[in-house]
């Protein structure tokens, strides 16, 4: 059984920076895509970024050269630092596990004041 636990999330003025942690227990972390993903109140939940295997990554659109996807196998821990944020960024963020994903986190809230 694959847990991941995320942290990090608040409050943050636009044009800030917030660093999202995600902390995996159980499975093969080394082995596995990992990514996160958000979901605003009344949208779908869509991918932000994520990573591979071989630390290539990949970012939506409206993210691309704000925010980095990063992981440490060692340490099991998969980050996204975001900066120049923006109000629209808004939403609970959750970690992912595997390709399709076979797990998520629980969410942590990201509120982007303008």
């Known amino acids: 059984q694959v847990q991941l636990v995320e942290s990090g999330g608040g409050l943050v003025q636009a044009g800030g920076s917030l660093r999202l942690s995600c902390a995996a227990s159980?499975?093969?972390?080394?082995?596995?895509?990992m990514g996160w993903y958000r979901q605003a109140p009344e949208k779908q939940r869509e991918l932000v970024a994520s990573?591979?295997?071989?630390?290539?990554?990949n970012y939506a659109d409206s993210v691309k050269g704000r925010f980095t996807i990063s992981r440490d196998n060692a340490k099991r821990m998969v980050y996204l630092q975001m900066n120049s944020v923006k109000p629209e960024d808004t939403a609970v963020y959750y970690c992912?596990?595997?390709?399709?994903?076979?797990?998520w986190g629980q969410g942590t809230q990201v509120t982007v004041s303008s």
């Open positions: 159980g499975g093969v972390f080394s082995t596995k895509t």
């Open positions: 990573i591979f295997v071989n630390y290539r990554t």
């Open positions: 992912s596990y595997g390709l399709g994903p076979s797990y």
